[in-house]
């Protein structure tokens, strides 16, 4: 599988360069057979790919901004998505809980999960008072993501 992009839009690959060869070989049988002597040391160009995974945390709430929903996932449009589509049972569908407010990207899952816990524990001031800097008119980012729930939209 190849990854996506990276979060700097380069792709996910890393370029490695290592020094190999047999350096004590003490017998033919551990000799390389590809003709080259035992003790020459050759160039192997590597190529790694790595996963660029970006993991979210999100505060949503409903339509009258009282009551808040703090999140983590890794796929935020599809968690989105259901949030509005009701489709998983609890807290949200309760309270009709479905306009995503605030949301910070994360690289490392530890990161995200860390911010998650701390933001649950803030007082509702200091959460609204992030949203303010981050979303002033407390307009729906779901918009910004591109979310069409006219039915064209698959989140899978």
Not at 15 to 20: G, I, P, S, W, Y
Request: aromatic share 16%; net charge positive; no cysteine.
């Amino acid at each position: 599988m190849f990854p996506r992009s990276s979060p700097d839009g380069q792709n996910g690959v890393l370029r490695f360069l290592f020094l190999t060869g047999v350096q004590g070989a003490k017998s033919k049988r551990e000799m390389p057979d590809n003709g080259l002597p035992a003790r020459q040391t050759f160039l192997i160009t590597t190529y790694v790919y790595y996963n660029s995974f970006m993991y979210y945390v999100y505060i949503l709430t409903n339509k009258n901004n009282s009551t808040f929903y703090i999140g983590f996932t890794g796929r935020l449009i599809r968690r989105s998505y259901e949030h509005k589509e009701e489709i998983m049972p609890g807290f949200t569908r309760r309270y009709q809980i479905h306009k995503l407010l605030y949301y910070e990207q994360y690289t490392d899952v530890r990161d995200a999960l860390a911010r998650e816990k701390k933001l649950k524990k803030w007082r509702r001031k200091w959460k609204i008072d992030l949203i303010n800097k981050f979303n002033p008119g407390w307009r729906d980012l779901r918009d910004e993501l591109g979310i069409d729930l006219s039915g064209q939209f698959s989140p899978y």
